[in-house]
């Protein structure tokens, strides 16, 4: 799988990003200068937009990279995963400047909140966790979710 940029306006194909990457999550920075992808393999890619060339790779989740944010500022980019953690990194330099560790199972969804204090990750382990960005602390934990969001069939 790959990473494919479209025009929106004319539906025509741009460019093509990776080759045999299998990509999980996608999400652009604000200024649409940069593109980061969540892989199969565990890593984080981070693309320039406009000369579709691999900025990095950021190394250091062992499992699955579910999913992938960039801050509102272009800063700051996490992503979480398989192996249960939320790591943030630096934008800039590709540095890991934080692994926030809570969660009992696969982390599914990241968010950077709009003025970039915070970060929301949702998990199977039915809980929402709520992390301060600068020191990693854990602010909130939401629970009260009955089911992973996995629809069955029901029997009448």
Do not use: P
Not at 22 to 30: N, T, W
Not at 126 to 144: M, Q, Y
Request: proline fraction near 0%.
């Amino acid at each position: 799988m790959t990473v494919r940029i479209w025009d929106v306006s004319t539906g025509a194909e741009l460019n093509v990003l990776g080759g045999d990457l299998e990509v999980i999550s996608v999400a652009i920075s604000r200024d649409g200068r940069h593109i980061v992808s969540g892989s199969f393999e565990g890593d984080v890619w981070v693309w320039d937009a406009l000369t579709v060339a691999e900025a990095s790779v950021l190394v250091g989740h062992t499992g699955w990279v579910k999913s992938v944010a960039f801050s509102t500022d272009g800063l700051r980019i996490v992503s979480s995963s398989e192996d249960k953690t939320v790591r943030v990194w630096d934008a800039l330099t590709g540095a890991e400047l934080r692994v926030l560790m809570g969660h009992t199972s696969v982390v599914k969804s990241v968010a950077i909140s709009s003025d970039g204090m915070r970060i929301v990750s949702g998990s199977y382990d039915k809980t929402i966790r709520i992390w301060d960005v600068s020191t990693g602390a854990e602010l909130n934990v939401l629970r009260g979710h009955i089911s992973l969001g996995i629809c069955q069939q029901v029997q009448s």
